[in-house]
């Protein structure tokens, strides 16, 4: 889980998957106090059935999680608009 840009984002998706991995988009939304609370959100991307999988791994760390798109690089410009 990693906050990037959105171009950066899709090159590190096109590097993984050209080389037979998975890759799933999750950048991470909130701040200090959120985060010691357990209460981060986490936007998701990438392909469904890998975010399913890793689901329950990544409940154990925060609260919130949605997925958003199938397509890398739509949550880092949707964290970018919410910034505004």
């Known amino acids: 889980m990693s906050t990037v840009d959105a171009d950066t984002s899709s090159k590190i998706s096109?590097?993984?998957?050209?080389?037979?991995?998975?890759?799933v988009e999750a950048p991470v939304s909130g701040s200090k106090k959120p985060a010691e609370d357990g209460q981060l959100v986490?936007?998701?991307?990438?392909?469904?059935?890998?975010?399913?999988?890793?689901?329950?791994?990544?409940?154990e760390q925060h609260s919130y999680y949605l997925w958003f798109a199938a397509q890398h690089g739509a949550c880092e410009k949707q964290q970018a608009l919410d910034s505004y």
């Open 42 to 59: 986490i936007l998701a991307a990438g392909d469904k059935v890998i975010y399913i999988l890793l689901f329950s791994c990544l409940m």
């Open 14 to 23: 096109e590097a993984i998957t050209s080389k037979g991995g998975c890759f």
